[in-house]
């Protein structure tokens, strides 16, 4: 059974043509056809399923499901420490990570999350905006707050938690 109604899908397919370039997303699940206690992997094949799905409705996304256990390193380089986890990979060169099944109000922001990651980065925006001379615009604030980030002298590792109420 679909986890996107028909009804829902063609909304999402319209939504999701705003893809400006391809954008890679991969899924740590578990392998869940063993019980092994500890391992539990809930919401892992939902997860899986629900990507597809959203890419069988944009072929500009590019979902590769991998295994926590099984390639583990790669999992550490991304973030990721549990199982289920979807990473979204920028165009910017920084990623998205969703801890959990993506469903309810969290739906919605991974949509949006997909959409953002397949456009330019925000400096090239801004650096466009600049060259055209345009004062005072979301280019121009968005390069005096890059400037103001550029003064940490380090990277900052942001983590936000949500949940629906």
């Known amino acids: ?3 996107i109604r028909p009804e829902e899908r063609k909304v999402l397919q ?8 391809p954008v890679d997303v991969d899924v740590f699940t578990r392998d869940t056809r063993l019980f092994v206690p500890g391992r539990e992997c809930p919401g892992c094949e939902e997860t899986v399923q629900l990507m597809r799905e959203l890419a069988e409705l944009a072929p500009s996304l590019r979902v590769h499901v991998r295994d926590i256990d099984r390639e ?12 289920p986890a979807v990473v979204i990979h920028g165009r910017a060169g920084g990623r998205v990570r969703f801890v959990g099944p993506p469903f309810g109000y969290e739906f919605a922001t991974l949509v ?30 968005l390069s005096q707050a890059l400037a103001y980030l550029d003064e940490v002298g380090q990277p900052v590792h942001l983590r936000v938690f949500f949940t629906p109420t």
């Open 14 to 21: 319209e939504r999701l043509q705003a893809l400006a370039e």
């Open 72 to 83: 583990g390193e790669l999992a550490r380089q991304m973030g990721v420490e549990r199982a």
């Open 1 to 3: 059974m679909a986890l």
């Open 112 to 141: 949006e999350t997909l959409i953002d990651s397949s456009r330019p980065a925000a400096a090239d925006e801004a650096g466009a905006a600049q060259a055209a001379g345009e004062v005072g615009t979301a280019g121009d604030r």
